[in-house]
């Protein structure tokens, strides 16, 4: 009886909400059918047909219903169908068969869709402002931003400032002084931007296919590059594409398919590729990209094997750090470390104003770097510039004067690590015959033998914080280079030293470890939204108990690693070592392209941002892109640049501020767990859809969506739910409905967790370890079979215990010349002293740039174009900047913001010259993720004048048994530009992929 009362209600509440919102009713004449809900033995049930905008309904079982909606029971139909709708439930009964869905793809979603949409009718969201404007809420990589629309345009953007109604800031008492962070949240260059962007005449509007291409006839796959574009509709778009996954899987078998995306997309839990885009390819089958881990590559293939800490992919805990930092360290040491440059990752300037703090607590700064950077401009303090990819040795000879003065923590040493006699006796040169001293680090780093042993002298004996990479405790830097694994495993050998977790003695510079409360739920964007996704993604930490979803599996099995995608497609090989969080041995697993069973990738599908501006060695890419070994290529995209401009159909996809959306100011989540601790607020924020989506663009969840109705795909995709619902699903998985209700927070659109009180904050991080007790801080790994005694009892390590000699290192391969198991020091086999360096002289170092995102928010006729230390502009074209040192600059030629080109034998770019003292001599400085690749002639076989400095960056391996990116090892020639367009030839074959043996440099 219940059930039918239900679907009775049903038939009246459609009629209603058409009555009364316009919407809806418009909706409802979009569809002409018959939809029939049921129990499976036709007991009960009750038809509706959708007639041109009218609902008629009828009591039973209808002759030809279009689709059916039917369950087990009766019972089962009813409590499905009662409000609050029970996800678990529904799921449970998906999986189990009791609850059916029949009919044609098309009509099925509609159907279910407009069943959910009603609960959303007659909700307001967003603020009405006395200008007229609406003022609403979104949320980007740089940071989350009030959007202020006027007449379904975007005016204006601005970071949000809190009131009275939101929760109080956190306040730190150190050194007799109090510190309390701004009421409000910050912006990155690259977001306060995208205005401009949103808005930009590269926006792809429609859909496009290559003007040569012809799915049932000529390919022209050697024209990708060069010919042009045509509108198409979606329907022409999306038959194509989803024709092309089916001809290819049946044509060539499982794997053929290969789907990959850029490392970061627009924001949100919903939206980013690893919750729509891994729901769909997994959907669909594919070979996965293994992604190399390339921000943390020297901690994860190195450092980690010294304490542990693989789910965090090398980087240590960060509980607590900065309120242990003011009240106790004396020093902190940035070694290549800028924050104020790249962020902290998703932090925008969180970081900045507690920086600043450093000055007030006459805390000493000391920052190693090749270049003076942003943040040491800011906050000042002493500047040591030793030749890049040199740090190693620099660190050797710090140990080696804290051991010779006896300047360690000695108890910590003999009670909590093991292996350091052997450290020590390499260090010393009993093993070699060479003290790794400040007079033998000279040669190497150019860095004279007084001011290493002063900084030595003066670390060892204050508490000092180390600043290591962009987040402090190992992220970025000098990792991404051939002497990265050294750079981080040395580093990490010095806080073994120091007795990382004393008082005042850690890792971090302010932009890890603030006071607020990390024990309220929300997921992060790495946690999978809507994926699915049990094995790529965080789901199974937390969300999938809380939000229950059907699962998705891949049943590829074959990989790519991605710095070898050309290889993979051009010679039909590739291999490569992956990254695993679960447990440190898990990047000992080699694994080949082809895989048994598999096909060679036949087509690619690609999402987000380009490879040519972010990946090594990337003309590469422009040739694969131009050969028929690749049958069909598909490009998801916003704009029209980089990889977009190879595709033969392209996809436009809308931005943030287009749809709908829910996600945490750097709430990562998953492997980076507890990224709200950057910040000085935890801001949890409902992306609101701002505008429509302008032109024909559409979200990635509707593009995907639309494929998967032509695949029979659609039920199993969306569960038959709109991104809102999703949103809303999302919402009621988290904490928030306990401090906000759903309508108070689609109008506001973001919530303040309060932060913790001076009683209840968090363990400081590894304070545990240092005094030797059982962990203690809110993370949930090491996994348990990771310890090797007692469950939170130690490292996650073979010992519990930190490894100078690394036992895991010695199991995997203890000859190996590049990973021993005590770290030794390796020269950069692309440096000075090895082949090429008389020709091209310049080490170029490429970190991320301050005012772009990878490649979001540059070129696009962007606001950033305008600022000079991004882009120059020279007679009427915005070039890509170079950093050069005005003595080199002389010796050349060359005077401020000439035009010139900087080259080597795989490429060459044309950038303006910034001449300046900030670099050493022998070192040029170009930020990378350029998103223009404009080639003068030929793609792939010409000089670019896009900025694409990746063209000119190695692809070989950080280390032969790792796959690491090497991009800040890099010889290059910089001469006035000469006007020809090609590319100089090189002398010999290029290297190849991981092959070559490592430069092997006795100590002397």
Not at 388 to 405: R, S
Not at 501 to 517: A, C
Not at 805 to 827: G, H, I, M, T, W
Request: aromatic share 12%; proline share 6%; net charge neutral.
């Amino acid at each position: 009886m219940k059930f039918s009362i239900l679907l009775f209600g049903l038939a009246q509440a459609l009629r209603f909400q058409a009555a009364r919102y316009p919407e809806f009713a418009k909706r409802l004449r979009e569809k002409n059918f018959t939809a029939q809900m049921k129990v499976a033995d036709n007991s009960a049930g009750r038809w509706f047909t959708f007639r041109d905008g009218k609902v008629l309904s009828g009591k039973g079982v209808h002759a030809r219903p279009e689709v059916v909606l039917s369950f087990s029971t009766a019972e089962l139909g009813a409590s499905l169908l009662s409000p609050p709708i029970d996800q678990l439930a529904q799921i449970e009964a998906i999986k189990n068969f009791q609850m059916m869905l029949e009919g044609p793809d098309e009509l099925t979603l509609w159907f279910t869709q407009t069943l959910m949409i009603m609960q959303h009718q007659g909700l307001e969201f967003g603020t009405k402002m006395p200008d007229g404007t609406t003022r609403f809420v979104s949320h980007t990589n740089g940071g989350p931003m009030f959007v202020y629309v006027k007449g379904g345009k975007v005016i204006r953007l601005t970071p949000i400032e809190f009131t009275d109604e939101d929760a109080p800031s956190w306040t730190i008492k150190a050194k007799g002084k109090t510190f309390t962070p701004p009421r409000k949240t910050t912006l990155a260059p690259h977001s306060t931007c995208h205005k401009s962007t949103l808005y930009s005449p590269d926006r792809l509007l429609y859909p496009m296919k290559r003007v040569d291409f012809d799915p049932n006839g000529e390919r022209n796959c050697e024209n990708r590059g060069i010919s042009g574009y045509e509108r198409i509709s979606w329907d022409e778009a999306l038959d194509i594409v989803a024709g092309e996954i089916k001809r290819v899987k049946r044509e060539h078998g499982q794997g053929a398919i290969m789907g990959t995306h850029g490392s970061h997309h627009t924001w949100g839990n919903l939206g980013y590729y690893i919750s729509s885009a891994f729901k769909f390819f997994n959907t669909i089958g594919y070979t996965k990209v293994a992604h190399n881990p390339d921000s943390w590559e020297g901690w994860y293939w190195g450092a980690m094997h010294h304490f542990g800490y693989s789910m965090r992919l090398g980087q240590t805990e960060t509980y607590n750090c900065v309120e242990d930092l003011m009240q106790e360290a004396e020093m902190v040491v940035f070694w290549s470390a800028d924050p104020e440059t790249t962020s902290g990752s998703y932090a925008a300037f969180e970081g900045t104003s507690r920086r600043q703090w450093l000055k007030d607590l006459d805390i000493e700064v000391v920052h190693i770097d090749p270049y003076y950077n942003n943040t040491a401009t800011l906050i000042g303090g002493k500047w040591l510039a030793p030749k890049p990819g040199t740090d190693p040795a620099m660190a050797f000879a710090i140990a080696h004067v804290w051991l010779t003065e006896g300047l360690y923590d000695k108890k910590f040493v003999a009670e909590r690590t093991v292996g350091f006699d052997k450290w020590a006796d390499y260090i010393l040169g009993k093993e070699d015959g060479t003290p790794k001293s400040p007079e033998w680090q000279e040669a190497e780093t150019g860095i004279s033998a007084r001011e290493v042993r002063a900084l030595a002298r003066q670390w060892g004996k204050k508490k000092t914080y180390l600043g290591a990479g962009g987040w402090g405790n190992g992220h970025g830097g000098a990792c991404r280079s051939a002497t990265g694994i050294q750079w981080a495993r040395t580093l990490a050998c010095l806080m073994g030293m120091q007795g990382m977790g004393r008082p005042g003695v850690n890792y971090g510079h302010m932009q890890w470890g603030t006071p607020i409360d990390i024990r309220f739920f929300f997921p992060g964007y790495a946690d999978g939204g809507l994926s699915g996704d049990l094995e790529g993604t965080g789901l199974a930490i937390s969300l999938y108990q809380r939000m229950p979803q059907l699962p998705t599996y891949n049943t590829a099995t074959q990989k790519v690693p991605r710095l070898q995608i050309p290889e993979a497609i051009l010679e039909g090989k590739a291999e490569g070592y992956p990254w695993d969080g679960k447990t440190l041995e898990g990047q000992f697993r080699k694994f080949s392209y082809p895989a048994a069973g598999h096909s060679p990738v036949k087509m690619m599908y690609k999402i987000g941002g380009a490879s040519l501006g972010t990946m090594n060695d990337s003309n590469r890419y422009v040739k694969a892109y131009r050969t028929d070994k690749l049958e069909f290529v598909v490009n998801q995209s916003i704009w029209f640049e980089g990889e977009a401009k190879f595709a033969d159909i392209i996809l436009p996809a809308c931005t943030q501020f287009e749809r709908w959306d829910i996600s945490e100011f750097g709430g990562t989540g998953g492997y980076a767990l507890h990224g709200q601790t950057q910040m000085n607020h935890r801001v949890i924020l409902l992306q609101h859809k701002c505008i429509e989506p302008l032109g024909e663009s559409k979200s990635d969840f509707q593009i995907f969506l639309d494929l998967s109705c032509r695949l029979g795909l659609s039920a199993y995709f969306s569960e038959g739910q709109t991104e809102l619902d999703w949103v809303k699903r999302m919402f009621d998985s988290s904490d928030l409905p306990k401090h906000i209700s759903w309508k108070q927070f689609l109008k506001r659109g973001y919530f303040v967790v309060p932060a913790l009180d001076e009683k209840h904050r968090d363990p400081v991080a590894l304070r545990w370890f240092y005094e030797g007790r059982k962990k203690d801080v809110p993370e949930p790994h090491p996994l348990p079979a990771d310890y090797s005694q007692e469950f939170l009892n130690g490292l996650q390590t073979q010992t519990g215990k930190f490894e100078f000699e690394c036992n895991s290192l010695k199991r995997f391969d203890a000859n190996d010349p590049e990973r021993p198991p005590v770290v030794k020091y390796l020269r950069s086999w692309e440096g000075p002293g090895t082949e090429n360096y008389d020709r091209f002289p310049l080490q170029l170092i490429s970190p991320h740039s301050r005012f772009s995102y990878h490649t979001m928010s540059d070129g696009k006729q962007s606001a950033v174009n305008d600022i000079k230390e991004h882009r120059v502009l020279i007679d009427g074209y915005y070039y890509w900047v170079l950093r050069i040192n005005e003595e080199d600059a002389k010796a050349r030629g060359i005077k401020h913001h000439d035009l010139i080109k900087v080259f080597n034998d795989r490429g060459g770019v044309l950038c303006a010259a910034h001449v300046t003292n900030r670099l050493p001599q022998g070192a040029v400085h170009a930020y990378e993720s350029s998103a223009v690749y404009d080639p003068i002639g030929e793609p792939g076989y010409s000089v670019d004048r896009g900025g694409c400095i990746n063209q000119l960056t190695p692809k070989r391996s950080i280390a032969k048994k790792v796959t690491g990116t090497a991009a800040n090892s890099c010889l290059v020639q910089v001469e006035l530009w000469d006007g020809k367009a090609e590319l100089i030839q090189a002398a010999a074959p290029a290297e190849p992929v991981s092959k070559s043996a490592p430069v092997l440099v006795p100590a002397q």
